[in-house]
């Protein structure tokens, strides 16, 4: 199984074809199976440790953004610079990765 939905990378930004299903049509009995349809790309290491520590948060009932900032602050995980989460921040981040 892959990773990853190696079509959406091309789709992203792209503009809709006019004729629907052009190169995209299963083969009866023959499905291509995908767990991660809506992933473009695998995820990066700071992406799945950003995962893991609001994981972490989570299971520790944060669920308040303040509490989950302090949470990741606490655990020692900043954002990509390396600088502390600020609510800011985390929300910007959140965005971007499109959680």
């Known amino acids: 199984m892959k990773d990853f939905n190696e079509k959406l990378e091309s789709w992203i930004n792209s503009q809709p074809p006019r004729q629907a299903g052009i190169n995209n049509i299963q083969v009866p009995g023959n499905p291509e199976l995908l767990i991660w ?14 995962i893991d520590n609001l994981i972490t948060a989570f299971a520790s009932d944060k669920s308040e953004l303040t509490d989950l ?27 971007r990765l499109g959680y």
């Open 69 to 95: 900032v302090n949470a990741l602050n606490e655990q020692g995980f900043s954002n990509e610079a390396g600088i502390a989460w600020t609510e800011a921040s985390f929300i910007e981040e959140i965005q």
């Open 37 to 50: 349809q809506t992933r473009y790309k695998a995820p990066t290491i700071y992406e799945q440790d950003f």
